[in-house]
């Protein structure tokens, strides 16, 4: 049976709430309105105000509360309603969060998951719409993962809480209604990166709302006798660089599919990491396929071509092999 993205989320926060009493949700809007995106949607009812938790319009303020509750031997969940917001709440994540294992030599962890929406194309503009995840994979001492499918949304959670250290997943918004079989053994790890689409003509690396993009992309490539491997990401820091090496060592070129910006973008970790992995056994620069440098725009048709597009990323690949 299919579900959406978003009932994965909800069948994961269920399970966890169920399954482990230190386990509960807290956030803006996640108990009466059931989340600002519906993910906790009916959980309130089933679980009381004591394990849904609503908070001020205060990240600092419950991402803060979340670090010291988990301090305190419990495994909270935090959700942010977009990373845009998640600014805020930037000093406990990564001067308190990610630092205390290393600053107390061991003997303090913060085993606290933070989720968040990121990303573009429903029209919220620019203070909704960014992808600042490599912000966020700069950071030693969280784990940041990025599910792109209904079996990483329902996996990586459960996952997720079982990290004794800091944990922060963003759930693209235009992922929210994607539908998909769930298969039966939906669990995941949250070390590796997944080989989407295998093939051997060149590597297409993406990750969260990029990923169906790369996936149409090879699809219509393949059409016309290019066959392009596609690698989702799935886990932005640390970075499976040993499966991205495995793959441009195949197919010998890359091109990078990320909705940041290209300055300082992951996109440019990535192409760093293959320079310095596999540059000999290129054919090709590496190419990217990125956000343009400007704020997300409201207007439908600027922030459709503010975005990496299945056109861009054909053109892209084309490009690269000088057809």
Known sequence: MKISYREALRQALREALSTDPRVFLMGEDVGRYGGSYAVSKGLLDEFGPERIRDTPLSELGFVGAGVGAALGGMRPIVEVMTVNFSLLALDPIVNTAAALRHMSGGKFSVPLVVRMATGAGRQLAAQHSHSLENWYAHIPGIRVLAPATVADARGMLVQALADPDPVVMFEHAQLYNLEDELPDDWQCDITHAAVRRPGTQLTLISYGGSLPKAMQAASELASEGIDAEVIDLRVLRPLDSDTLTASVCKTHRAVIVDEGWK?????????????????????????????????????????????????????????????
């Open 263 to 323: 300055t300082c973008s992951l996109a440019a970790e990535i192409m760093a990491r293959l320079m310095e992995n596999c540059f000999y056994e290129l054919d090709a620069p590496v190419a990217r396929v990125c956000s343009e440098e400007v704020p997300i725009p409201y207007a439908k048709h600027l922030e459709d071509a503010a975005l990496p597009q299945v056109a861009k990323i054909i053109a892209a690949v084309r490009g690269m092999l000088n057809v």
